[in-house]
């Protein structure tokens, strides 16, 4: 009998190890792409009360107003600048939009952000009208694309809303230009290779745009660490053109019938190799699963046995 109440703490530990569906259950999270979904479909209503053409969601501003929107929030700042001091329209180069207009005033491009404690999206939509360049922002005629962020902190709501114009969408201006002048463009060399040589007031960015490739591209030719450029520099833009060698024919001529027949060159057939599908690796509570089966199997052995042995103990009395 003592031996049955030494089980019964063993048998609470084993149930407790057991996970159960409601401690696994996740309550609930904020999702900010559908908040930014919301803000966009809010300052297209807008748009359509001042009969203007509703913009467009754009993927790449979508991405760099939830970048901003993150960097906010986690600095408790508001900016249009980011952790590195870049400024809106060169954040949207860098990602790979082509900004159109006169970069050297910052193009066709314009960010509003906002916060506030329990702030919803139609409130921060009116909050922005109450200011004239956030309005402009909204109810550009020159604008096309845009691209919204949220984020979350300790109850406060942070809002971002990226607007902008391309180059391939508007005739502004079909070169960019840097204080007026415009960016030259080098011609290849006769092996496909392009050089730049960086005149007075470019930048890594301008010259990227100019070229159709991204800032990363650039530096990664040219062992760039940093942004930093100097007036005369010599920057690869494209690598030379690898040419493969096309094999020669040589053809044999025959005089009278031939004797023999063209073969074709057999190719042979890979027989594809079947691969493993990976197994996912085991989980915690899968772990706790295992082992409170172990330990139930152990208790019903020992239960068995002190039953056993409390009757030989009996018949031997």
Do not use: C
């Not at 063993?10 to 259950?25: C, G, M, N, W």
């Not at 109810?139 to 406060?156: K, Q």
Request: zero cysteines; a negative charge; charged letters at 15%.
């Amino acid at each position: 009998m003592k031996r049955f109440w030494i089980l019964i703490p063993l048998l609470f530990l084993t149930l407790s190890l057991i996970p159960s569906e409601q401690a696994d259950a996740h309550s609930a999270r904020f999702s900010p792409n559908l908040t930014a979904l919301e803000l966009l479909a809010e300052v297209n209503d807008l748009r359509a009360a001042k009969k203007l053409t509703p913009y467009k969601t754009n993927s790449t501003l979508m991405k760099i107003a939830q970048s901003q929107a993150d960097y906010i929030s986690s600095a408790g700042v508001m900016t249009r600048f980011n952790a590195e001091g870049v400024p809106p329209y060169q954040r949207a180069i860098a990602a790979g939009y082509s900004v159109a207009g006169d970069l050297s005033q910052g193009g066709l491009f314009f960010e509003n952000i906002g916060s506030g404690t329990g702030l919803t999206v139609s409130g921060m939509v009116e909050l922005w009208q109450d200011d004239a360049d956030d309005m402009q922002t909204m109810v550009s005629a020159d604008l096309e694309d845009v691209g919204a962020g949220v984020a979350v902190v300790g109850g406060v709501t942070y809002y971002v809303l990226d607007a902008g114009a391309s180059i391939p969408s508007l005739s502004v201006t079909s070169t960019p230009t840097i204080n007026g002048t415009p960016l030259t463009i080098s011609t290849p060399l006769e092996d496909g290779t392009v050089y730049h040589l960086v005149q007075a007031n470019e930048a890594l960015w301008s010259i990227a745009l100019n070229y159709n490739i991204t800032v990363d591209q650039l530096k990664l030719l040219n062992s760039l660490s940093t942004d930093d450029i100097y007036e005369g520099q010599k920057l690869l833009i494209q690598k030379p053109e690898v040419k493969t060698a096309t094999p020669t024919v040589i053809a044999s001529a025959t005089f009278g019938i031939p004797t023999s027949t063209a073969t074709h060159p057999v190719t042979p057939t890979v027989m594809p190799t079947a691969t493993p599908l990976p197994v996912p690796p085991t989980s915690r509570q899968n772990g706790q699963m295992v082992v409170g089966i172990i330990i139930l199997v152990a208790l019903f052995a020992a239960g068995i046995g002190a039953w056993l042995g409390s009757k030989k103990t009996k018949l031997d009395s």
